[in-house]
């Protein structure tokens, strides 16, 4: 019913996952034909020009890999329907943003793009098809899936195409993308309980095993996969809320949040990572699926474990009010026309991905007393920076700032000395490692005085900073 071994993949959506995806997956795979399709035509374009410092998602190492596989087997196309028809396996990646409207709204993850990615699949497709879920989609979504494209009047054409739907979730981390698909801890594969889904499921595997050993190839019922991908991400959005928590314990006690973390991280059972306490996660991810776990649990009236997570976005939302609230009560409770310089606008280093990022959030608090925001950021661009604000405006318009008004109090700087030139303070909110080199005399002698640096990823050096003359402010640091 299934091939085992896959000649020809299509991806559908052209962004931070099926891109880079696709294209390690080229990479590793030669003899499959990959063809990555997307709407948006400039995307696609983007993805097809000859200068791959143009690739619309930054990622270290991701330009080698496409400049490797792109046009001997990894194409990118707007021919979606094309695609649909010659592809044996299609793997669905498109957006599924938390809903910002109707039942669910602000918890529930938005399906519209992945149910009219089934929908297109069952319209187009002539032959059996492999469908793999690869955007982060709540649990059952496959059984949704599933019945979109079983009404492909299969009941009245014995000749109508089947199909199989499995669940791959992603597990990586952005800026450390292309490493995490090469190295992958584990790579999980959700498949139907029939024949036809382990037909399917060791098609998807037989392709992970060109380059992941078997035995870190696992594979579950769907509904675990599904859940299996939004359990972590709220495990370890919890470590860093958790730690966060802390850091505001110990801004009061004049304990160290790192020293903390350290003495933590050794115990075996707790172990290191995610225990770096910042102004707050960010991310496509991290809080859309608590959310959407947040929303599944209270579907399922389990409102006591719908409040434990909820309180781990309170948290983090907490804690990028905290950070911002820190910086008008240290410039003598007002920050009205007064320059801020934002170093940082992603959500963290090495991405150019913006969504969820706690600048936004920051900055909105500081303009809310109308500071003068002055950005810079080494990957994000002035467009960028103004959507993001814009669309929190429109998500809460008791906030709304007028655009010409927007326009006015922020800035976008491609230097960042001429960013915090004459700033009253400066505050670190991606951890660029950049940063960390720049010459900080020069930036003292420029910024007005009291100099303030408030240091929301703890990446400065303390004591260098503070023998030039600066107000420093880390988090976690009594």
Known sequence: MFPTEIKKIACIGAGYVGGPTMAVIAQQCPHIQVTVVDINDQRIADWNDKDLSKLPVYEPGLPEVVAEARGRNLFFSTDVEGAIREAEMIFISVN????????????????????????????????????????????????????????????????????????????????????????????????????????????????????IPRDQIVTTRIWSSELSKLTANAFLAQRISSINSISALCERTGADVDEVAHAIGMDSRIGPKFLKSSVGFGGSCFQKDILNLVYLCQHFNLPEVADYWAQVVKLNDYQKRRFATQIISSLFNTVSGKKIAFLGWAFKKDTNDTRESAAIYVADELLQDRAEIHVYDPQVSKAQIFRDLEYLYQQHPEKAIATEELQQLVQVHADPYEAMAKAHATAVLTEWDEFKTYDWQKVYDSMLKPAFVFDGRNILDRKALTTIGFELKSIGKG
């Open 96 to 211: 599924t943003p938390t809903k910002t409207y109707g039942v669910g709204k602000g918890m529930a993850a938005d399906l519209k793009y992945v149910e009219l990615c089934a929908r297109q699949i069952a319209e187009v497709a002539t032959t059996n098809k492999i469908v793999v879920e690869k955007s982060t989609l709540p649990v059952r979504t496959a059984q949704a899936i599933r019945t979109i494209l079983d009404s492909s009047n299969q009941s009245t054409n014995p000749k109508a195409p089947q199909f199989a739907v499995l669940s791959n979730p992603e597990f990586l981390a952005e800026g450390t993308a292309i490493q995490d698909l090469l190295h992958a801890d584990r790579v999980l594969i959700g498949s139907e309980d029939n024949e036809a889904g382990q037909q399917a499921e060791q098609a998807l595997a037989n392709i992970y095993a060109n380059w």
